[in-house]
């Protein structure tokens, strides 16, 4: 189901680097008193995860119910340390799929978390992937594949310092897709194959090959944070600290009030809704 969430990402400012990089800052606002946004939005949330006319022949004879089965077999359990941060980072990364999808026009597959075994453990390879791409049988120079690394820090608990924090963190591993750029498309393509979504398997068959077929690919940063640990003195203290690898093109900050709170309610909501 899709549910177009892009109208929440409200864009607050840029912060200029003395590299004249420049980060973005957006704030996702959302009104938890409106059930039936909430409700579309989990449903969108679910459909990351499993695909909706499978559901019910899925849950049927393991003696549970709907809702017991997206929680034991589907979503990671919040109540283990693992299955906590798990939907948390994972939580990131899907608001980000839906950053890029909803307001800046990159194709996403959505099909990244369907194939888990163990709800509480990470996907491997690259966090997020989006291809921008006019004409699929006339490749272009200007057709651009974005790869982002993205964390998340849900929750206020420990203080951050400038070595453990999100924003250090995903400018340390971005460079690190680099060498996952092959496999992490292989798994995009096989998974549209298994799906018969052939002309959707093309798009990213175009981006498999960039020597011969060149185009242009960026590589982002991504911290998604609670408003409530977010502030831009302390975003500066980290740049200023750290290197920044030149491959870096983008780095995005997305926080919102009281994350966690949303961030649980909405894997709730996506298991009864």
Same mark, same amino acid.
């Given at each position: 189901?899709?549910f177009?969430?892009?109208?929440?990402?409200?864009?607050v400012k840029?912060?200029?680097?003395?590299?004249?990089?420049?980060?973005k800052?957006?704030?996702?606002?959302?009104?938890l008193?409106?059930?039936?946004?909430?409700?579309?939005?989990?449903?969108?949330?679910?459909?990351y995860?499993?695909?909706?006319?499978?559901?019910?022949?899925?849950?049927?004879?393991?003696?549970?119910?709907?809702?017991?089965?997206?929680?034991?077999?589907?979503?990671?359990?919040?109540?283990?340390?693992?299955?906590?941060?798990?939907?948390?980072?994972?939580?990131?990364?899907?608001?980000?799929y839906?950053?890029?999808?909803?307001?800046?026009?990159?194709?996403?597959?959505?099909?990244?978390?369907?194939?888990?075994?163990?709800p509480?453990?990470? #996907?491997?390879? @690259?966090?997020? &992937?989006?291809?921008? !791409?006019? /004409?699929? *049988?006339?490749?272009?120079?200007?057709?651009? $594949?974005?790869?982002?690394?993205?964390?998340?820090?849900?929750?206020?608990?420990?203080?951050?310092?400038?070595?453990?924090n999100?924003?250090?963190?995903?400018?340390?591993?971005?460079?690190?897709?680099?060498?996952?750029?092959?496999?992490?498309?292989?798994?995009e393509?096989?998974?549209?194959l298994?799906?018969?979504?052939?002309?959707?398997a093309?798009?990213v068959?175009?981006?498999?090959?960039?020597?011969?077929?060149?185009y242009?690919?960026?590589?982002?940063?991504v911290?998604?944070?609670?408003?409530?640990?977010y502030?831009?003195?302390?975003?500066?203290? #980290?740049?200023? @600290?750290?290197? &920044?690898?030149?491959? !870096?093109? /983008?780095? *995005?900050?997305?926080?919102?009030?009281?994350l $966690?709170?949303?961030?649980?309610?909405?894997?709730?909501?996506?298991?009864?809704?």
């Amino acid at each position: 189901m899709e549910f177009d969430n892009g109208q929440y990402f409200v864009f607050v400012k840029d912060i200029t680097l003395p590299s004249n990089k420049i980060i973005k800052v957006y704030e996702l606002v959302k009104d938890l008193q409106d059930d039936h946004v909430l409700n579309l939005w989990a449903k969108s949330l679910r459909n990351y995860y499993i695909e909706e006319n499978l559901i019910d022949d899925l849950y049927t004879g393991t003696g549970l119910s709907k809702s017991e089965y997206l929680q034991k077999n589907i979503f990671p359990n919040p109540a283990n340390k693992l299955g906590a941060a798990t939907m948390s980072g994972e939580f990131g990364e899907i608001l980000v799929y839906d950053f890029i999808h909803y307001t800046q026009n990159y194709y996403v597959t959505k099909l990244r978390y369907l194939e888990k075994t163990n709800p509480d453990v990470p #996907v491997s390879g @690259s966090d997020v &992937i989006g291809y921008a !791409i006019k /004409n699929v *049988l006339k490749p272009s120079i200007e057709d651009k $594949l974005l790869i982002a690394e993205v964390k998340t820090r849900s929750s206020v608990g420990r203080r951050l310092t400038i070595q453990d924090n999100p924003l250090t963190k995903a400018i340390a591993d971005s460079p690190k897709d680099r060498n996952r750029i092959a496999e992490s498309l292989n798994a995009e393509k096989r998974r549209l194959l298994m799906r018969n979504r052939l002309t959707e398997a093309k798009i990213v068959e175009r981006f498999q090959n960039r020597t011969d077929n060149p185009y242009q690919i960026e590589f982002s940063a991504v911290a998604v944070l609670s408003k409530e640990i977010y502030t831009e003195e302390f975003i500066r203290e #980290v740049i200023d @600290s750290i290197n &920044i690898d030149d491959i !870096i093109s /983008n780095i *995005l900050i997305i926080y919102s009030d009281k994350l $966690l709170a949303f961030i649980r309610d909405l894997y709730r909501r996506a298991c009864t809704c």
